[in-house]
């Protein structure tokens, strides 16, 4: 224990989620590339280290997204895309993925462009990146919770990743200011819910389906993202498929009901509730009743518990410079979702933890190698 610390570059990563992890592993990289051995890495987590990564992609590790040009890219983060800009030019989706390769973690992308592991297995990805940082003799883990920067007071540099979990008072610790943290990527609950429960719903905006209280699924979560800090009740219009095929199919049908028309294009008991004139044949309906049909508008009332669950919100980005360094406090970095950084499913908020972790890790050596001559 006492050799442990006898190096004069104590630094403590408060977090062992995705960001600290892959931020721990990338300092140990870039240290010894350069045959520099005189530190030493104290992880701190009051629970079970990269836990957080066991429940993503349902268990597969959405691990990235493919996306190739970084301004498309950043398109996907309602919180941050200016920041990240700049963060991706550094270590882009292509870096990570020769870092998890380097592991042993082969990947492979989905048609819409989503990255697994070929293991499909988050349990796998976490498995080889522990493997990985136990390996090298600088790195310790400690189970315990920090209740403030004075629990760190013995390392001259620290990273916070510590998600975005009930971390509001540590962060003031740091003499830090937070956005309000408000959930993000969940389902959500509608008023007057009529609609059909457990049906999905293919549109022109996403897919979704119907639940108990209101609506779940890819477009719901990319909803709850962007209206992140609206208040409730707030009203959406969800797009269900072109108009103009409407009018057609009408031309080609004008004795066929209006009802089985629009059931043609959505699921039917989705039209039964919303063509108000189901039976009526479709030439007796006006084009601008039948345009209303392509559009369902919903309130929103709340936000529900289920989803990927990410928090908008966190670390001011106005507070750090382009390496997630404190503009507040010395020598203290932050990566990961602690930052007001949030993006849709698909990968995105774990390649924010990745390249945030990275860019931190470098200038962190940097600055104990800057230090040392
Ligand atoms: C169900 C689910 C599925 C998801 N699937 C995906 C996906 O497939 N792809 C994707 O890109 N994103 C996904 N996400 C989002 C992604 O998991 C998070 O963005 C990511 O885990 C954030 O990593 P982090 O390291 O910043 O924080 P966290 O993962 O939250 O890790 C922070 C760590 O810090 C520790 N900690 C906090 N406070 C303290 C303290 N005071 N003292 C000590 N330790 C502390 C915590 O115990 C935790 O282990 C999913 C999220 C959920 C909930």
């Known amino acids: 224990m006492e050799q442990f610390y006898l190096n004069k570059n104590k630094i403590a990563i408060l977090g062992g989620g ?14 010894y590339s350069q045959n520099f051995f005189d530190f030493s890495i104290d992880i701190f987590d009051k629970g079970e280290i990269l836990r957080t990564l066991i429940p993503t992609g349902n268990g597969r590790c959405n691990i990235s997204n493919s996306i190739s040009d970084i301004k498309d890219f950043v398109l996907n983060y309602p919180r941050g895309d200016k920041f990240l800009y700049s963060v991706f030019s550094r270590h882009f989706n292509y870096d990570s993925l020769d870092f998890f390769n380097s592991l042993g ?65 540590l962060i003031v610790s740091f003499g830090h200011k937070y956005i309000k943290f408000e959930k993000s990527l969940c389902a959500l609950n509608i008023l007057n819910n009529i609609y059909p429960k457990g049906v999905s719903v293919k549109t022109l905006d996403g897919d979704f389906v119907f639940t108990d209280k209101g609506i779940s699924g890819p477009l719901a979560f990319k909803i ?40 043609s294009l959505i699921p039917r008991s989705l039209a039964k509730v919303i063509v108000k004139d189901y039976y009526k044949n479709i030439c007796e309906i ?36 382009k390496n997630c360094k404190s503009k507040i406090c010395h020598n203290l970095w932050f990566c990961g979702e602690i ?25 962190l050596v940097s600055s104990i190698m800057k230090d040392m001559v």
Do not use: H
């Open 286 to 321: 006006s084009k601008s009743e039948l345009k209303q049909y392509s559009i369902l508008q919903l309130t929103v009332v709340s936000k529900a518990n289920v989803g990927e669950i990410v928090n908008a919100g966190g670390i001011n980005l106005d507070d750090v410079d």
């Open 224 to 263: 709850s993202s962007i209206n992140a800090f609206s208040d409730f009740p707030y009203d959406i219009k969800i797009k269900l498929f072109n108009e103009e095929k409407l009018f057609q199919l009408a031309e080609l049908y004008p004795k066929k009901s209006a009802g089985s028309i629009v059931a």
């Open 105 to 169: 973690i082969k990947t492979y992308t989905e048609a819409d462009g989503r990255i697994f592991p070929v293991s499909q297995s988050s349990k796998d990805v976490r498995n080889k990146m522990l493997k990985k940082l136990f390996s090298y003799k600088n790195v310790r883990f400690i189970n315990k919770k920090i209740i403030s920067q004075n629990d760190l007071t013995d390392y001259n540099k620290i990273v916070v990743a510590a998600g975005s979990r009930g971390v509001e008072n």
């Open 18 to 31: 995705p960001a600290g992890i892959y931020c721990a592993l990338n300092i140990l990289f870039l240290f």
């Open 339 to 363: 930052l007001n950084i949030d993006g849709f499913c698909g990968g995105f908020n774990l390649q924010n933890c990745w390249s945030t972790g990275y860019v931190v890790a470098k200038d």
